[in-house]
Nanobody
Framework: EVQLVESGGGLVQPGGSLRLSCAAS????????MSWVRQAPGKGLEWVSS????????YYADSVKGRFTISTDNAKNTLYLQMNSLKSEDTAVYYC??????????WGQGTQVTVSS
């Protein structure tokens, strides 16, 4: 059974940092493509970043480029999102999702990130 469990969200002041984690199980993490997707209050889903573990290629939305870093630890089957220089507009529920053939086939339960003074 595929499971994705996010953690690391919380309340942070503007300009602060957080690191989100997504613990994966039930599939071959080291050969998978993974993404972070967020949903701000009252808005739709927004793709944030993706990583292809087998190539280590990473991709970012323009809104987070230069501030967020996606990475994996294949020994721990864990996906990370390091978020720096956080802004109020980064406030959202953040989901990790597994990518297969360009589609998200599994999602985590989400973790809330609130950026506020």
């Amino acid at each position: 059974e595929v499971q994705l469990v996010e953690s690391g969200g919380g309340l942070v002041q503007p300009g602060g940092s957080l690191r989100l984690s997504c613990a994966a199980s039930g599939f071959t993490f080291s050969s998978s493509a993974m993404s972070w997707v967020r949903q701000a209050p009252g808005k739709g889903l927004e793709w944030v970043s993706s990583i292809y573990s087998y190539s280590s290629n990473t991709y970012y939305a323009d809104s987070v480029k230069g501030r967020f870093t996606i990475s994996t630890d294949n020994a721990k089957n864990t996906l990370y999102l390091q978020m720096n220089s956080l802004k109020s507009e980064d406030t959202a529920v953040y989901y990790c999702a597994k990518l297969t053939a360009g589609r998200y086939d599994y999602w985590g339960q989400g973790t809330q990130v609130t950026v506020s003074s």
